[in-house]
């Protein structure tokens, strides 16, 4: 049983790139969330990923955005990098029903921006 | 929105010793409050967690107590052993689709053998 999985595990952007993050859910999930992760911090959530749409959105700008694929997995693009967003980026994934809204986390996407 | 503040920040104990870590939030409507275990560079890992229907769990030294009314939750660990020793983070969510997560900023819990 594949749990949660992220790619890539490091990355070193400069100010005002593009990135692409991607994750793949835990067997039998079909719902993602994306957080980000200061250092010293807990987990802020970004947004949620169900049936191809977003779902739930925290309260970061729109330079941050994501996308769903029929097969579950999700990516989250950050535009216009700024150097506060180097975070451990995280992914969870649940599965959709309001009784089963555990969250099993991946390894996470060390982003560094310089 | 929801707000939850997570205390000690750390916590230093003697192995043998409990721990007790505690949390509070702002919104009466949150109802789902897990905690996870996070290793130095490893991911968070679900440890145990509560629902609102509910005020205490147990798993083997591990245990939760709920209080409703007064908006806060604690996370109780008997018998510490050096491998406790992590960043715990508290949160809490409305059980339902879609459900946001808000953490708290963590308790770094050393256990000295």
């Known amino acids: 049983d594949a749990g949660v999985t992220q790619s890539p595990t490091h990355l070193i952007k400069t100010r005002g790139q593009q990135v692409t993050l991607r994750c793949s859910p835990k067997s039998g999930h079909d719902t993602v969330s994306w957080y980000q992760q200061a250092l010293g911090q807990g987990p802020q959530f970004i947004f949620q990923?169900?049936?191809?749409?977003?779902?739930q959105r925290g309260n970061f700008p729109d330079r941050f955005s994501g996308h769903q694929f029929p097969n579950y997995s999700s990516e989250l693009n950050v535009n216009a990098l700024l150097l506060g967003d180097s975070a451990l980026y995280l992914c969870?994934?649940?599965?959709?029903?309001?009784?089963?809204?555990?969250?099993?986390f991946g390894p996470g996407t060390r982003l560094t921006v310089l | 929105g929801e707000n939850v503040e997570q205390h000690p920040s750390t916590l230093s104990v003697q192995e043998g010793d409990s721990a007790v870590i505690k949390c509070t939030y702002s919104d009466s409507a949150s109802n789902y409050f897990p905690w996870y275990k996070q290793e130095l560079g490893k991911r968070p890992q679900l440890i145990i967690d509560i629902r609102s229907n509910v005020g205490e769990k147990k798993d083997q030294r591990i245990a939760v107590t709920l209080n409703k009314t007064a908006k806060h939750f604690s996370l109780h660990i008997t018998e510490t052993q050096p491998e406790d020793s992590a960043v715990y983070f508290c949160?809490?969510?409305?059980?339902?689709?879609?459900?946001?997560?808000?953490f708290g900023s963590g308790t770094k819990l050393n256990v000295k053998p």
């Open positions: 990923y169900y049936e191809e749409e977003e779902r």
């Open positions: 969870a994934s649940s599965l959709g029903d309001p009784g089963a809204d555990t969250q099993y």
């Open positions: 949160a809490a969510s409305q059980n339902g689709y879609f459900n946001k997560f808000y």
